[in-house]
């Protein structure tokens, strides 16, 4: 009986991954109202649900940031939302849009994030991403990129699918990155079950150029648009442990990158990676175990400004407003 169903499941969960995976796209899932998927996490006035139900601001001014969270915590699944960032004159700030259970695992938290960082007029964007697992924020497995679009002139999508296995960022579904879980990264990859945040704050001393250029209130607000939530993981109790029994089980078997996909991955890393922990020798003598070090990418890397790209100003996260938020595992965000 058990296994019967375990192939109904599989099955099923193939053909899922099959759609996102043929069409690159997550066209085919449900898209949730605000209300039904989130909630305001801090930031009184400076959040902002549309009409429409669907689409929500959020600002930072001299007053406050603002942020909203999942209702649900998932043990894996597909999460998306269409997001279009303050345009103009944005050094300092910085939007987020992650994954994390650090208010429930103080002490071994797990965390997957796309960080926005904003930039001087007529500068770019950049955005980054990362990971931590069971509390490993002692190593940073940050990247930053370009992007090939400026992403504040209009909405695009960021997504985050997320098995027992693997992790793959995407831009309007194109994979930008994938993290296999490796035997030695032990419990450094996500695995208990996290809640999706937005956050936009002020990073003054880390955001750009490691904190060169400050928030300029002059510029407030700074209004980021979320739209097109995509919500599509098993919504687990992490207290009472229940199993996600009728919702989505995300098999690892069941998912790979096509070879299209790849190859856009790859040229998209070629061409606006500009950072990555696995070269950053001021940080690592040794590069973490999963990294596989190629010596023509390393000479492209070490091209970009090095304060800028070091890494080694520590920042929190701007969850500092999050009351039950613990004062250990923001300090230690990289
Ligand atoms: C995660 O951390 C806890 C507490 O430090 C530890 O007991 C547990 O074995 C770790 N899990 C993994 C998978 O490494």
Redesign the pocket.
């Known amino acids: 009986m058990n296994s019967h169903i375990n192939i109904i499941n599989f099955l099923f969960f193939s053909a899922f991954f099959l759609v996102i995976l043929v069409n690159g796209s997550s066209r085919n899932l449900p898209i949730l109202s605000f209300d039904e998927g989130y909630s305001q996490l801090f930031g009184d006035d400076n959040l902002m649900v549309l009409k429409d139900g669907k689409s929500v601001h959020i600002s930072l001014n001299e007053r406050t940031g603002s942020g909203f969270v999942s209702q649900d915590l998932y043990l894996h699944g597909y999460f998306s939302a269409s997001i279009k960032l303050p345009s103009d004159y944005t050094a300092g700030v910085v939007v987020a849009f992650y994954m994390s259970n650090g208010d429930i695992y103080e002490?071994?938290h797990d965390e997957i994030d796309f960080e926005f960082l904003g930039n001087i007029r007529g500068k770019d964007w950049r955005i980054q991403t990362n990971i931590y697992?069971?509390?490993s924020t002692s190593i940073g497995r940050e990247e930053r990129y370009g992007l090939w679009f400026d992403p504040s002139e209009d909405f695009h999508q960021y997504s985050i699918l997320w098995t027992e296995n693997q992790i793959i960022f995407y831009v309007d579904n194109v994979p930008i990155r994938e993290i296999k879980r490796t035997e030695k990264m032990?419990?450094?990859f996500p695995?208990k079950p996290m809640s999706l945040y937005a956050t936009i704050w002020d990073g003054s001393n880390w955001a750009t150029n490691g904190g060169k250029y400050k928030v300029s209130y002059k510029f407030a607000p700074y209004i980021a648009e979320f739209s097109d939530f995509v919500l599509h993981g098993c919504a687990i109790d992490p207290i009472e442990n229940s199993k996600c029994e009728d919702a989505p089980k995300f098999s690892s078997n069941s998912i790979s990158i096509t070879r299209q996909q790849r190859m856009k991955m790859e040229s998209f890393r070629n061409k606006h990676m500009q950072y990555s922990y696995c070269y950053d020798h001021s940080r690592y003598n040794i590069p973490p175990s999963e990294c596989v070090i190629d010596s023509k990418e390393a000479d492209r890397l070490r091209g970009f400004d090095p304060v800028t790209f070091g890494g080694e100003v520590r920042h929190h996260r701007g969850k500092r407003h999050h009351r039950s938020r613990s004062i250990g595992a923001e300090s230690s965000s990289i």
């Open positions: 002490k071994n697992g069971n509390g032990g419990g450094d695995s």
